[in-house]
Antibody, heavy 118, light 109 residues
Framework: QVQLQESGPGLVKPSETLSLTCTVS????????WGWVRQPPGRGLDFLAY???????NDNPSVKSRVTISVDTTKNQFSLHLSSVTAADTAVYYC????????????WGRGTLVIVSS | QTVVTQEPSFSVSPGGTVTLTCGLT?????????PSWYQQTPGQAPRTLIY???IRSSGVPNRFSGSILGNKAALTITGAQADDECDYYC?????????FGGGTKLTVL
């Protein structure tokens, strides 16, 4: 059974880059799309981006110039990098598998809270 | 900018049937928008219920069903149970954009 687990700093300073890693266990990272969704405290879900094997991400226009996704097939991991963060980027970040044929996320990590504060 | 709309809240009696909808501020929802639905209990990760309008994700009971009703996507829960009380989100594809609706808080009482 494939499982996803996010990891990374829970606190990031304003203007710095937020970096999170998602480890895929129980299956291969190859031949799938992988993405990120976030949820600010007390608010709804917000799509960030998804990508395939280090290709250019399909991302939310609201974060378009700040987000990259990298995939490390040797470690079965993929990562989110969100630059120039502000307090508005404080959220629970979920990694997820994007099911391209169904145009949906079909598998989710448990989420990790990232607070942006000095 | 087109926004995906959902009812902020809804209530249903135990054992009853409820239909949540997912629309667009501009235009109609069609299968080409690939509607998907997600369930989220507070403090937990989302769970995928439905994708491509009508297809249930693995392990989802058949009392959850998806459809297009009029100009909106719809999620129908038949025989509502107490643990169905949580938040439900839809997602639509607009071109290459992936857009979440604001979510519906469902109360079972």
């Amino acid at each position: 059974q494939v499982q996803l687990q996010e990891s990374g700093p829970g606190l990031v300073k304003p203007s710095e880059t937020l970096s999170l890693t998602c480890t895929v266990s129980g299956g291969s990272i190859n031949n799938y799309y992988w993405g990120w969704v976030r949820q600010p405290p007390g608010r709804g879900l917000d799509f960030l981006a998804y990508s395939f094997n280090n290709g250019g991400p399909n991302d939310n226009p609201s974060v378009k110039s700040r987000v990259t996704i990298s995939v490390d097939t040797t470690k079965n991991q993929f990562s989110l990098h969100l630059s120039s963060v502000t307090a508005a980027d404080t959220a629970v970040y979920y990694c997820a598998r994007w099911f391209e044929a169904g145009w949906a996320f079909d598998l989710w990590g448990r989420g990790t809270l990232v607070i942006v504060s000095s | 900018q087109t926004v995906v709309t959902q009812e902020p809240s809804f209530s249903v009696s135990p054992g009853g049937t409820v239909t949540l909808t997912c629309g667009l501020t501009s235009g109609s929802v069609s299968p080409l928008n690939f509607p998907s639905w997600y369930q989220q209990t507070p403090g937990q990760a989302p769970r995928t219920l439905i994708y491509s309008t009508t297809i249930r994700s693995s392990g989802v009971p058949n009392r959850f069903s998806g459809s297009i009703l009029g100009n909106k996507a719809a999620l129908t829960i038949t025989g509502a149970q107490a643990d169905d009380e949580c938040d439900y989100y839809c997602v639509l594809s607009l071109g290459s954009s992936v857009i979440f609706g604001g979510g519906t808080k469902l109360t079972v009482l």
